[in-house]
């Protein structure tokens, strides 16, 4: 279905990013194919898709990073812009907010944020630090990021380091901004902050291009919002007819989506798999903690909150330095992942790409890996067998078997998320710890994923779910504990779900007396 | 069809270049593959190829050891030393000389996983310390006198196989079942992928690091055993550059030095076509200031080759899609047809 709207594309050149015939192809595979796209001035525009629908590629483009195919014409308030060339798009006034920051972690804040530039009124010969740190200050304070000029980026929290991508990307003039889902790292405080900046950038006359996968977000930041599937734009709409229906409904292509989960009855009344009482990490604690057999417990919290932290201490990857716990109804006190596995205990980590997948080697080794032991004898396994144990374990989660032998990388996102599922669920754990467990996963295999984890409470098993969307939360746990500075602010029972009172309990603002 | 399948085994490469360089310089020489200069490729071979071996392990981690030449000039001294100067029998010398190997490679492993220190740098103070002590254990003069119980490991053949290469061999094909048979060699591969992920996995990612040194180390012990009877005396200068050899034949195999990718096969043939190749300008005549240079382009290629490879591997290759992915492909493209838009 081949849209046009010629009510849009004849907007006024010297107001406008305007894209015609933008593509591009790799091989015989087109993975984006654009007639038509434009950006206004003084606008946020959002944009959302699946993963693999062509968001990257687009953005890519714009930032000159990716060189679309011979034809695309690309202006900027009707200036043609030398595709392909990073610095060209720099030059014109793109600046990129990406979702991995290319930032040199072992200079300063200051450092990084001038890298490539002179500040104004610097020496003209040398460097000028007092110059470099007076800029620096600006451009923090232009975003309303708290933290010292001089402190070195790899002792940043990834939240801070996203802001300072944002701040970075803020400080200079540009005509398009262009944020890469610059929420996803990022609690609903500092959310709240990007979208502030996004709108200001607007208001002073910029274009912005948003795009985001909380579709919330994404509606509160834009004027209008567009959706890209397989390559190509479906939908534009105004932010007022942007209802959650409308947009998934364009991004999948299909109705999905029937409301992430029925109730579960009270799981209350089963029996306690893991409990810690007292329990303290760095940075951790103290905390009293039950989860029941099939019972999902939700943990919410802001950014740097703990809960990583205290979910590593639950496996052994950081030590308890107070406190018990048990497991299964005896003593638990893991000293390595390697205990906790052995133990029964399985954590999906929070970083995909950096934390769960050995992204060049194939599905299977990935499925196999922390359950080789059940597969051979005597620290021997043959191929076969392992095939039939990593087909058995794929299964589980329908990951299509043709993808076997392929590295992980290749797969998108959900399906290898859906891969590291198989791998846990082969260690058949008492206790499934999920961290974020729909990170960077599109909008359908969201949906699949929740079905994976209701599964597993189903069988028995008792599951704890941190996430940063309170919607996931809502959908999937029985109950929700909120963690503020390493310990548990409230536990909060189905009945008593409410964002409001999780949002107080998370920034610890009392509740009006 | 078959054949495009074949040339999909990162090998093919490799394997396909030493058939071609055999076949190539007999048809030019055909004394090249005379069982006696077949002999004389095979023991340089074993050599070499035991090296490679045993630093490949260490690269699969992500690691990297510059030790072995220096190890196989330090242990092979010191078992020489031990048997011909102070009497001590040769049954004991020959697994001393491996388990100085052991030792040492045992050393790098706990450096690098209890100090953290940089696999590069701790080896290289091996590289240094290790053929200096080489040298002053005689202040740099050669071993002679050694028992001939040496000479006869290196000497005697089965078959017309000369022993050292069956150690070669048996090495190789140990090798191999640990890596693609075994929890640990798998987990081996794991800590190189992805050494987070290997961790909260559950695997004992320090032991798997540390076993990988012990083993290069033994290796180049082994090595030193033979490297005595091949010259029929103790030679403190004897092994200086090999570890380059040795990691060069592992990178033409096909093992990335980020770790996590690579097999036995490819080092083995990594390890054989540089020995063909270096064999080949000797019997061509070639001044041997070029084999130096040959080496090195040969390396360069197989990097590029190699880099080729990923990148094709990385973009989406239609006519090689399974089936069940075909068919979408299929239907983008014929959508975007209409459309027209990028031509």
């Known amino acids: 279905m081949t849209e046009s709207q010629p009510d849009v594309t004849q907007g006024d050149g010297e107001r406008t990013v305007s894209l015609r015939h933008v593509a591009k192809t790799y091989g015989e595979t087109t993975v984006l194919s654009l007639d038509e796209l434009e950006l206004r001035f003084g606008e946020v525009t959002g944009l959302v898709g699946e993963n693999g629908a062509g968001k990257s590629t687009l953005l890519g483009i714009l930032s000159g990073m990716v060189a679309p195919d011979p034809g695309s014409e690309i202006e900027i308030a009707g200036e043609p812009l030398t595709t392909g060339s990073p610095m060209a798009s720099k030059a014109a006034g793109v600046a990129m907010v990406s979702q991995e920051f290319p930032l040199v972690n072992q200079l300063s804040v200051a450092e990084n944020l001038c890298l490539g530039m002179r500040p104004e009124g610097a020496r003209r010969f040398g460097y000028d630090a007092r110059a470099v740190a007076r800029e620096a200050q600006r451009m923090l304070d232009g975003v309303g990021l708290d933290v010292s000029p001089a402190a070195v980026v790899s002792t940043l929290s990834v939240p801070a380091r996203q802001m300072l991508e944002i701040a970075k990307a803020v400080g200079r003039p540009s005509r398009l901004l262009v944020l890469d889902e610059p929420t996803s790292a990022l609690g609903p405080v500092e959310a709240d902050k990007v979208i502030a900046i996004a709108r200001r950038h607007a208001a002073e006359g910029g274009a912005v291009l948003f795009v985001g996968h909380r579709l919330e977000e994404v509606r509160e930041a834009s004027d209008r919002i567009l959706v890209l599937r397989n390559g190509r734009k ?59 057999e099939g019972e999902i417990l939700g943990i919410a919290g802001l950014m740097g909150a703990g809960r990583s932290r205290l979910v590593h201490t639950l496996f052994g990857g950081i030590q308890a330095t107070g406190g018990s716990m048990t497991l299964g109804g005896r003593k638990y006190a893991p000293r390595t992942p390697k205990d906790a596995v052995d133990h029964g205990v399985a954590l999906v980590p929070e970083d995909r790409k950096l934390q769960s997948i050995v992204p060049g080697s194939p599905v299977r080794w990935n499925v196999t890996l922390p359950t080789l032991q059940r597969i051979g004898h005597g620290g021997v396994f043959g191929p076969a067998a392992e095939k ?102 409230a536990v909060l029972d189905r009945s008593e779900f409410s964002k409001e009172v999780i949002m107080r309990s998370a920034t610890g603002v009392e509740v009006a007396s | 069809m078959r054949f495009r399948r074949l040339t999909e085994v990162p090998e093919f490469g490799v394997i396909a270049a030493c058939i071609v360089v055999f076949i190539g310089v007999t048809i030019a020489r055909p004394s090249f593959a005379n069982p006696s200069n077949l002999q004389v490729i095979g023991l340089d071979l074993a050599n070499y190829g035991i090296l490679a071996v045993g630093v490949t392990f260490a690269i699969l981690t992500g690691g990297i050891d510059l030790s072995p030449g220096s190890v196989v000039a330090f242990s092979s001294m010191v078992s020489a030393y031990f048997n011909a100067n102070l009497g001590v029998p040769v049954w004991l010398c020959v697994p001393m000389s491996v388990v100085i190997g052991m030792v040492i490679g045992y050393l790098h492993g706990w450096f690098v996983t209890r100090l953290n220190v940089p696999p590069f740098a701790i080896t290289l103070v091996t590289l240094t310390a290790a053929a200096g002590g080489a040298l002053a254990l005689t202040k740099g003069q050669p071993i002679s006198g050694v028992s001939n119980a040496y000479l006869t490991i290196v000497e005697t053949d089965v078959l017309g196989v000369p022993v050292p290469v069956i150690v070669f061999i048996v090495v190789a094909v140990a090798a191999w079942f640990f890596l693609e048979r075994t929890y640990a060699g798998r987990q081996i591969y794991a800590v190189g992928g992805n050494i987070e992920a290997a961790r909260l996995s559950g695997i004992p990612v320090l032991r798997r690091q540390l076993i990988t040194y012990v083993i290069s180390g033994s290796c180049a012990g082994l090595v030193g055993v033979l490297v005595i009877g091949r010259i029929g005396v103790g030679d403190p200068s004897v092994g200086s550059g090999w570890e380059l050899d040795a990691i060069a034949a592992a990178v033409i195999g096909g093992v990335s030095l980020y770790g996590g990718e690579g097999r036995v096969i490819g080092v083995v043939a990594g390890a054989l076509l540089l020995m063909l190749i270096n064999n080949a300008l000797i019997v061509l005549n070639v001044s041997p200031f070029y084999q130096q240079v040959a080496l090195g382009l040969v390396l360069g290629v197989a990097i590029v080759a190699d880099r080729i490879r990923a990148q094709r591997r990385g973009k989406p290759r239609p006519r090689r899609l399974p089936k069940s992915i075909a068919g979408e492909v299929a239907s983008a493209e014929t959508a975007s047809a209409p459309a027209g838009s990028s031509t």
């Open chain 1, 234 to 292: 479906v939908d534009e709409m105004p932010v007022a007819e942007a209802s959650d229906d409308r947009l998934i409904r364009s991004m999948v292509g299909r109705d999905l989506f029937h409301a992430v989960a029925e109730q579960h009855e009270g799981a209350v009344e089963k029996k306690v798999v893991f409990a810690a009482s007292r329990l303290e990490a760095p940075g951790v604690g103290p905390v009293d903690l039950t989860v029941h």
């Open chain 1, 388 to 489: 039939r144990r990593a087909r058995t374990l794929l299964d589980l989660t329908k990951v299509r078997l043709s993808a076997m032998e392929q590295p992980v990388r290749s797969l998108s996102g959900g399906n290898q998320q859906r891969v590291v599922f198989s791998r846990w669920f082969g260690v058949e754990p008492q206790l499934l710890i999920l961290d974020e467990p729909t990170r960077g996963v599109d909008v359908g295999a969201k949906a699949d994923i929740y079905d994976l984890i209701e599964g597993a409470a189903e069988n028995g098993v008792a599951v704890i779910v941190v996430s940063s969307e309170l919607d996931e939360l809502f959908g999937l746990a029985d109950r929700i504990a909120v963690l503020r500075k390493g310990r548990i602010e």
